[in-house]
């Protein structure tokens, strides 16, 4: 059974820094995408950041919210790379959120989308 598994959130004052890790355990084949989602209370969860495999032999490519481009970095451990990192800098209050890793991968199970529990982090004074 596939399971996503996230790490550092918190509390930071504007301006400050967090890094959010996401590891994914479970018998998986493949890793198409690794996302970090974020959601306010009361709306839909947005996308912030996404990691998307590159296949054989090509490097991965990344995507980012217009709202966290230049402060956010997604990036994959490797050479296990079933781990993601969401290096946030610059925060603003703004980016209060409860922040939750996404992984649409292949597993023993099949092509599936999984989800993470999810990790506040509050951006304060």
């Known amino acids: 059974q596939v399971q996503l598994v996230e790490s550092g959130g918190g509390l930071v004052q504007p301006g400050g820094s967090l890094r959010l890790s996401c590891a994914a355990s479970g018998i998986i084949f493949m890793i198409y995408t690794m996302d970090w989602y974020r959601q306010y209370p009361g709306k839909q969860r947005e996308l912030v950041a996404r990691?998307?495999?590159?296949?054989?032999?090509?490097?991965?490519?990344?995507?980012y919210a217009d709202s966290v481009k230049g402060r956010f970095t997604i990036s994959r451990d490797t050479p296990a790379k079933n781990m993601v990192n969401l290096q946030m800098n610059s925060l603003k209050p703004e980016d209060t959120a409860v922040y939750y890793c996404?992984?649409?991968?292949?597993?023993?199970?099949?092509?599936?989308?999984?989800w993470g529990q999810g990790t506040q982090v509050t951006v304060s004074s």
């Open positions: 990691v998307s495999s590159g296949g054989l032999g090509n490097p991965d490519t990344t995507d």
């Open positions: 996404h992984a649409h991968l292949r597993s023993a199970a099949g092509v599936n989308e999984h």
